[in-house]
């Protein structure tokens, strides 16, 4: 997925927090997500199996890697507008979404301002490293950024100011 060509709508700060809100509602953790071509590759940790008895009601942890196509992006984007229109017109409730939906728009605002090629980013423990794969007039180079739970945190205390 090429975020930059094509659609206006189509930036990291939507993307992220759409693919972020279907993490929430996954259950996933200590994700890993790499841009592809023609969407994102998405690895993470999900408890699988509970059931009846004490002993297996808290499951199993697994990894299991997802394959997002550039139409499985729109489609949660729309889902996204449309959920969020119905909770309040005019005021989605930002305390609504979940951790990664929250994390990952607000890594993904800073990522539009960078403007990159593709982009890799993994997460444990509430805590990103992302690389960027940055082309200008010079060449190709990548960029690493880190943002530990705290930054996280305050970026996400802060974005509802960005957008008044």
Known sequence: ?????????QDFEEVLRSIGAFLDQRGMRDVLL?????GF???????????????????????????FL???IAR???????????????SPDWSKAGYYEKSFRVIGR?????????????????AFVVRLHMV??????????????DDIETMITEAPQLRQ
């Open 1 to 9: 997925m090429r975020i930059y060509d094509g659609s206006p709508r």
């Open 34 to 38: 790499l841009e592809a071509p023609d």
């Open 41 to 67: 590759i998405v690895q993470g940790l999900v408890i699988e199996g509970g059931s009846g008895t004490w002993s297996e009601a808290v499951g199993h942890q697994v990894k299991e890697t997802l394959t």
């Open 70 to 72: 550039d139409d499985d």
């Open 76 to 90: 949660f984007m729309d889902e996204a507008i449309a959920r969020r229109g119905a909770e309040a017109a005019g």
């Open 110 to 126: 800073w990522m539009d301002t960078q403007r990159p090629h593709d982009i890799f980013l993994f997460e444990q423990g509430g």
């Open 136 to 149: 200008n007039a010079a060449g190709a180079y990548h960029s690493l950024a880190e943002f530990t739970k």
